[in-house]
């Protein structure tokens, strides 16, 4: 009667919401951990903002500006829905994950409530640059101590090494990525969380590349901080979020002044606003927070389980596939990871590779993927990644192992 | 199309063609070499490789007679900073005339398509002596190469040619040091 085996997910029913894929037809795009393609749900919003209620938000005495504020806060609370903060309150609209992570350093890191000379910030091996140098920056400023935690061969945060790093008295954060942009690892952040928090040691995660492929909820993880950008949840760029716990975001000092984040100004002294608005400075990007809510409705709007069980599906499907080319050595064995794989061909350089998979319409990212402590740990000068995302098919997958090993031989 | 001084009697560096060290005894824009390649000669082989999987095999087949330097001569100094893959880069002086010298080039990368690059920036320099006579990158321009001068790390071809411009105007020359 019915062939009940039809697939729970279809990606090229979304694929086909993606214009991109249109004007490439040929395009196999493998680099969504650099950055996604955007659904045409996303796109809309974001021209019907401009086009229907563009204005300046929380100030203007009209219509326009009700709508455009009601929009910006709107997407605000389709935010904190997505990852399930408390409060609106709680989210604090950036630039991307690279300006929260900066804020909070410039917040929380600057609080002489939170920080003393001396203290230490724990941050893992694994790390993006963007959650290492602002540490870095900081400890140069205060004095703070940055106490680097180490990995297992497997390519997991070494939780002895962190059980070790948290037994200091003056252990205040940790800074740790959801899911490891180099080589896809995903911790166990609620475990993560729990060790911290019996030392009284906040934590800080860097959610960039969990956010497309994981259920987040940032109470069930119970994590102080968790930041991310759009533009890698098939968002706009210029438009990330910071969550920041509110008991902690009441204490935090304002970081860039101007409009917006004041309650009254004198030259004589100024007060500022509350949260958010204390740490949102000026014009905010509300066509990209209206992008980014469009996006994060459209996610939810999808089986998201059987999403995930696509994207795993292909994971698995390009990882055995590696491992049947010889000469590809596969970068972390984490027993989870995001759709993600790190490679190397030693001693054919993975740029040349990137190169001729270019020619094939194939298109990946190589060098050391803004993690050169992670890559030096590994022995090696940097990677070719190919990053998947649901609208990736098994096609996809295969004319990117073939593609790979022509290329291969061509170079051998 | 490089501008080459007469050799000169007084020479005491010796002739590229019989460089001592094997780095700088390549064809690439050096006319003494037995298969030495001019930029003419690449401009021919570029134009017949239509396609870019066509263009990148050249480069890898040029990259092959761009002799490996060992792994001591890839020093630090020797490193060209701003590239996706690592590039070094040689220089050893050639007296052409009492007062001018002009350099004889060498590289190495441990990327084969910035390696064949290399072969083409080699071509394009070799014993000159300054940098203000070859637009290379119009030349590139005109190969339909210009995706390699993309502002992209991945190939640092600026930052290549830039370190060579540099070379000249910071060396003293040394005939006169």
């Given amino acids: 009667m019915f062939d009940l085996a039809v697939p729970r997910f279809d990606p090229c029913y979304y694929r086909a919401q993606f214009a991109i894929f249109a004007h490439h037809p040929d395009l196999v795009y493998l680099d969504n951990a650099a950055t996604t393609q955007k659904p045409a749900a996303v796109l809309d919003a974001e021209r019907q903002y401009y086009e ?104 997991e945060i070494d939780l002895t090494h962190l059980a070790q790093l948290l037994a200091s008295p003056r252990a ?74 509110s008991d902690i975001l009441r204490t935090l000092p304002p970081w ?85 794989t790190s490679m190397s061909f030693a001693p054919i350089h993975p740029y040349d590779v990137a190169q001729f998979l270019d020619n094939r319409g194939i298109a990946v990212r190589v060098g050391h993927h803004c993690a050169q402590p992670l890559i030096h740990s590994l022995g ?26 022509e290329t291969l031989e061509i170079l051998a | 199309m490089n501008a080459i001084s007469a050799s000169s009697s007084t020479s005491l560096e010796p002739a590229a063609s019989e460089h001592a060290d094997p780095r700088f005894a390549h064809p690439f824009g050096n006319p003494g070499h037995a298969n030495a390649i001019d930029l003419a000669e690449l401009a021919r082989q570029l134009d017949a490789a239509a396609s870019w999987e066509a263009k990148n095999r050249l480069l890898v087949q040029l990259a092959k007679q761009l002799p490996d330097w060992s792994p001591e001569q890839k020093t630090p100094d020797r490193k060209v900073a701003g590239c996706e893959s690592q590039v070094w880069l040689a220089f050893s002086p050639i007296k052409q005339a009492e007062n001018n010298v002009s350099w004889q080039l060498a590289a190495d990368s441990d990327s084969r398509i910035v390696k064949g690059l290399l072969a083409l920036v080699l071509t394009a320099y070799n014993q000159r002596s300054d940098s203000g006579q070859f637009d290379f990158e119009a030349w590139l321009n005109e190969r339909g190469m210009q995706r390699f001068l993309s502002a992209s790390r991945g190939n640092g071809l600026r930052a290549i040619t830039r370190t060579i411009s540099e070379h000249w105007q910071n060396q003293p020359q040394p005939n006169r040091a």
Avoid at chain 1, 142 to 148: D, E, W
Avoid at chain 1, 186 to 201: E, F, G, T, V, Y
Avoid at chain 1, 385 to 400: G, K, M
Wanted: proline letters at 3%; aromatic letters at 6%.
């Fill in chain 1, 172 to 245: 205040r954060l940790l800074a740790i990525s959801h899911a490891s942009n180099a080589i896809g690892s995903i911790q166990d952040i609620r475990a993560i969380c729990q060790l911290a928090h019996q030392r009284d040691c906040k934590v800080l995660v860097d959610g960039a590349q969990a956010i497309a492929h994981l259920p987040v909820d940032v109470r069930a993880l119970d994590c102080d901080f968790y930041v991310f950008s759009g533009h890698k949840a098939y968002g706009p760029t210029g438009i990330g979020a910071a969550y920041i716990r």
């Fill in chain 1, 52 to 155: 229907y209620c563009n204005a300046n938000v929380h100030r203007g005495a009209h219509r326009l500006a009700v709508a455009a504020t009601d929009a910006f806060e709107g997407a605000r609370a389709t935010v904190a829905r997505f990852i399930n903060a408390a409060s609106c309150d709680e989210i604090i609209f950036t630039r991307g994950t690279t300006e929260a992570i900066n804020l909070i350093a410039n917040t929380f890191g600057e609080s002489p409530e939170q920080l003393s000379a001396g203290d230490e910030i724990i941050v893992s091996t694994l790390e993006h640059h963007a959650n290492i140098v602002p540490w870095q920056m900081l400890a140069q400023r205060r004095g703070v101590l940055i106490k680097p935690l180490n990995l297992t061969t497997e390519g």
């Fill in chain 1, 380 to 405: 090696i000068s940097g990677t070719l990644r190919a990053s998947l995302a649901l609208y990736n098919t098994a096609d996809d997958v295969n004319r990117f192992l073939a593609a790979l090993s």
């Fill in chain 1, 256 to 340: 860039q002044g101007g409009g917006e984040m004041i309650a009254v100004v004198s030259f004589s002294g100024t007060t500022y606003a509350s949260p958010p608005q204390r740490l949102e400075a000026g014009t905010p990007p509300i066509a990209q927070a209206v992008g980014l809510a469009a996006a994060l409705d459209w996610l939810s709007g999808l089986d998201r389980e059987a999403m995930h069980a696509h994207e795993s599906s292909l994971h698995r499907q390009l990882e055995d596939g590696l491992r049947q080319i010889p000469g590809v050595v596969i970068h972390g064995q984490a027993r989870q990871k995001v759709s993600l």
